[in-house]
């Protein structure tokens, strides 16, 4: 079995951008710049054979490339129970029929449709027991964040290993998107 999602990796000049929203924050674990991602699918555990159709569907797949803005930073789970600390992304309709597209794409594989609404970010910080006035204090001073426009001409899909020291993403394909 392989654990699996497709992301937008996060390039060169944004990471730095994004690198220089680190510190502020007790207990974060900030990402390492070479992880940074925009998931537009967590796939999970599948079995190799599936692995293989859903590197086939994704080959398939036909799409322009288009560019993204990032704006703003949020959390997941309440302030009190803060769990991850994103950049969040400007509304973008090429985006969201991306990320439509992939979805079939992976229905049509045999995967289970997401449940849950397709909510793009890119993972700043994994968040424990942060004290709540110093997140509020980091999002009021961050709120203002903007960076882009990335242009976005390709897609990964990224295998996760978990351990105990945190998770390893590894590029298993890259997918470009082109407009011919
Ligand atoms: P850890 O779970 O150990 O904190 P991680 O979240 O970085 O590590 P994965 O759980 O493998 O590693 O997740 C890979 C990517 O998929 C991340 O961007 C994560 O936010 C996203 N993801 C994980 N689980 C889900 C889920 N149930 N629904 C939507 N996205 C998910
Ligand atoms: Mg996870």
Redesign the pocket.
Known sequence: MM?L?V?IPIAEPIRQRLAALHGGVPGARWMEADSL?L?LR?I?EVPEDQAIDIDEALLGLRTAPFALTLDGVGLFGSARRAR?LWAGVERNDALTHLQAKVETALVRCGLPA?A?AFTPHV?LA?LRDAPAERLGRYLSDHGLFRAGPMPVNRLTL?R?H?SDH??R?EVLADYPLTSA
């Open positions: 654990r999602f992301a991602h998931t967590f999970g991850i997401d849950h993972t994994r990224y996760s978990l945190g998770s993403y």
